[in-house]
């Protein structure tokens, strides 16, 4: 496995793939996603132009977080119990994967006494029952609204885990149907939220992702290899 050589690589695919729908490169964010990698491996990515770190769980990122401090933003992008929010609103930049009110409330709460507003994502279901995680698309605007008012968290966009499909094109409508959820939230304009981000694309299916509108892409493998659970 070769960190840089595999950077390489993708970044000309995001390339090539932006080119496909005219966009610019420059409006796509690539969050590495370091779960189960060492420091070392983080430390690697960031030497190789990496500004965004993504890892799934709070406890396995406080180590990497404690050792390497702040040398790029420190993406939450798993699913968070409520009793690991505390150091979660100490530790990262953003959290991607906000889906009930009761998260949400715990997260302002935990933020404000850090100091902080803690930026959010709405993580959506957009693979119908495949997933554990997100909130239903038709449930969304009514759970941003409410999440609007907490004093802690800033609303900045959606994020999805797209159906787990071996073709990239049958994950497309995933995409397609975050988009539209997201343009329609923010003709909304309700106030405190911009619908700035959308978060949706991993190794696989990253490419349809960018043609679909994503402008943060979460790539573990393609850049990692593939990962030991051990
Ligand atoms: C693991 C993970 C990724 C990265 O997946 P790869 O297939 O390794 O690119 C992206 N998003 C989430 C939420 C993940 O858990």
Same mark, same amino acid.
């Given at each position: 496995m070769n960190i840089a050589e595999n950077l390489k690589r993708i970044r000309s695919r995001i390339q090539n793939?932006?080119?496909?729908?005219?966009?610019? !490169?420059?409006? @796509?964010?690539l969050i590495a996603v370091t779960k189960t990698m060492d420091a070392n491996a983080v430390k690697l990515a960031v030497e190789n132009g990496i500004a965004h770190i993504g890892e799934n769980r709070v406890q396995e990122? &406080?180590?990497?977080?404690?050792?390497l401090g702040n040398i790029a933003s420190w993406h939450l992008i798993g699913h968070l119990q409520t009793n690991k929010v505390k150091k979660a609103a100490q530790l990262f930049d953003i959290i991607h994967s906000v889906d009930s009110l009761h998260l949400a409330? +715990? #997260?302002?709460?935990?933020?404000?006494?850090?100091?902080? @507003? /803690?930026?959010?994502? #709405? &993580? $959506?279901?957009?693979?119908? &029952?495949?997933?554990?995680?997100?909130?239903?698309? !038709?449930?969304?605007? &009514?759970?941003?609204?409410?999440?609007? #008012?907490?004093?802690? $968290?800033? @609303?900045?966009?959606? /994020?999805?885990?797209?159906?787990?499909?071996? *073709?990239? !094109? *049958? @994950?497309?409508?995933?995409?397609? /149907?975050?988009?539209?959820?997201? +343009? +329609?939230i923010a003709s909304k304009g309700i106030e405190g939220v911009e619908m700035k981000y959308l978060s949706m694309g991993m190794t696989n299916d990253f490419e349809v992702a960018i043609e679909e509108g994503a402008n943060m892409i979460r790539v573990g493998r393609a850049i990692f290899g593939e990962r030991n659970y051990g």
């Open positions: 793939a932006c080119l496909k729908v005219n966009r610019s !490169e420059e409006d @796509v964010t990122a &406080e180590r990497k977080i404690n050792q409330r +715990e #997260i302002s709460s935990r933020a404000i006494q850090f100091n902080k @507003v /803690m930026d959010c994502l #709405i &993580e $959506v279901k957009t693979s119908g &029952e495949e997933s554990k995680f997100g909130v239903a698309p !038709e449930k969304a605007t &009514e759970l941003i609204k409410q999440i609007s #008012i907490l004093p802690g $968290v800033r @609303v900045k966009g959606l /994020m999805t885990i797209g159906a787990f499909l071996p *073709d990239p !094109e *049958d @994950v497309r409508p995933c995409f397609k /149907m975050l988009k539209t959820l997201n +343009e +329609e």
